[in-house]
């Protein structure tokens, strides 16, 4: 699948459920919810020692779904990630050595910004789909409007204070092709594939 077509699949299921796995027990029973909720899509996040791990148990066990490697910071992450198999990377700011190392491996990469700087700063390596973050502490899709007035050709997933109860305003503006958040992974198994499905209709429409 090329990075166009990644991006393509993203904006067609409309939500980036950002994970956070303590242990890797917690993998596939979670990822079995996620993709039995309707939503075969994680951010896994490096903010735990299982990180890899968890990435390679995912994608081994869901190779149809897209799962991709979040809160990457550096380069020696960004390598953990594609060794265990993510299909897209995603970081809480910009980072010009994942930049760099995402585009050696042909990956894709969703940098985070919040200022123009930011923005230009992707948009310098050819990065053009960011991560808007933290979205609602920095004023959400007013903010993301007055930045894609500046780049009209940029594209966002906003992430950080998106729930059910405010998604559909995010995605409601063009530019925004997909949100990000952790509001479904809370709770059992049970619950998280509960909240997926109701997101899911809810994006869909139904
Ligand atoms: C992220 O890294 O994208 C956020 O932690 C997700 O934010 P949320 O927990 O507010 O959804």
Redesign the pocket.
């Known amino acids: 699948m090329t990075n166009e077509q990644m991006l393509e699949k993203i904006s067609q299921i409309k939500v980036v459920p950002?994970v956070?796995f303590n242990s890797i027990e917690e993998v596939l029973p979670k990822m079995t919810a996620l993709v039995k909720g309707g939503l075969p899509c994680a951010?896994i996040?490096f903010?735990t020692e299982c990180a890899a791990e968890a990435i390679k148990l995912a994608a081994n066990n869901f190779p149809e779904a897209l799962i991709g490697a979040?809160?990457v910071i550096n380069r020696n992450q960004c390598e953990q990630a594609i060794v265990a198999g993510a299909k897209f990377i995603?970081s809480?700011g910009f980072s010009a050595e994942v930049a760099d190392c995402c585009a050696e491996h042909g990956m894709l990469y969703l940098p985070?910004i919040v200022t123009p700087t930011e923005a230009m700063a992707a948009i310098a390596k050819g990065l053009t789909t960011l991560?808007f973050?933290?979205?609602?502490n920095y004023g959400g899709v007013k903010t993301i409007k007055a930045i894609c007035s500046a780049f009209p050709y940029i594209k966002i997933m906003p992430?950080?204070?998106?729930?059910a109860e405010n998604i559909m305003e995010y995605l409601a503006y063009d530019k925004i092709i997909a949100c990000?958040?952790?509001?479904m992974m809370k709770g059992t198994p049970e619950e998280i594939e509960q909240k997926t499905r109701q997101v899911v209709e809810l994006v869909n429409g139904k």
């Open positions: 950002v956070v951010e996040t903010r979040g809160t995603v809480p985070g991560k973050f933290p979205a609602s992430t950080g204070g998106i729930s990000g958040g952790s509001w």
